[in-house]
């Protein structure tokens, strides 16, 4: 994925964690729930370390399994707790956030495959319906190819941009003299 989807989520799951809180409040929902949405492709480092693709560390593997999602989901519910905030929704959204991005990792026409199932096993999965190109990596996102991922990507997730970016409505207060 050229990640545009992985964001795409994470604005919406900010968007309604935050709820009706004030718009400065409502970006930083949505800043945090995109970077925890991104989190799984910090293994990009994989390749500068020479991490084979196909190893447990690689890209696609551990950082994209389903439990390691619910570990961090885990401690960001502790840190919000201990921040006296709403820690089960923001353990649930993260959860969402990071789970969300080794399925639809598993959702793309390309690479090896997620392993979501890390550590129970690490057979890197892919799902029957896979409708997201892979994207180039690197600098081939600068080609013919990487736009067409790119436009793939926003079509296929603009209800998700949608909901994350439409203006809300503000109540009305009126003022009785």
């Known amino acids: 994925m050229a990640s545009f989807g992985h964001v795409a989520i994470g604005m919406a799951l900010g968007r309604l964690g935050a709820g009706e809180a004030s718009p400065g409040r409502t970006g930083a929902w949505m800043v945090g729930m995109s970077?925890?949405?991104?989190?799984?492709?910090?293994?990009?480092?994989?390749?500068?370390?020479?991490?084979?693709?196909a190893a447990t560390w690689g890209h696609r593997g551990a950082?994209?399994?389903?439990?390691?999602?619910?570990?961090?989901?885990?401690?960001?519910?502790?840190?919000?707790?201990?921040?006296?905030?709403?820690?089960?929704?923001?353990?649930?959204?993260?959860l969402v956030a990071m789970g969300s991005h080794g399925v639809l990792d598993?959702?793309?026409?390309?690479?090896?495959?997620?392993?979501?199932?890390?550590?129970?096993?690490?057979?890197?999965y892919f799902l029957p319906?896979?409708?997201?190109?892979?994207?180039?990596?690197?600098?081939g996102m600068l080609s013919a190819r990487g736009l067409y991922v790119v436009t793939v990507e926003l079509l296929l997730f603009l209800p998700f941009w949608a909901y994350a970016i439409w203006p809300r409505r503000r109540a009305v207060r009126t003022v009785e003299g």
């Open 129 to 139: 319906l896979r409708p997201i190109p892979v994207a180039p990596i690197g600098a």
């Open 63 to 94: 950082s994209h399994s389903l439990f390691l999602a619910a570990v961090v989901a885990l401690a960001v519910a502790a840190g919000t707790r201990l921040a006296r905030g709403p820690a089960v929704k923001a353990g649930l959204l993260t």
């Open 106 to 124: 598993a959702m793309t026409t390309g690479g090896l495959g997620a392993a979501l199932l890390w550590p129970a096993d690490n057979v890197r």
């Open 35 to 53: 970077a925890l949405a991104m989190l799984p492709d910090a293994d990009v480092i994989a390749f500068a370390l020479r991490i084979p693709y």
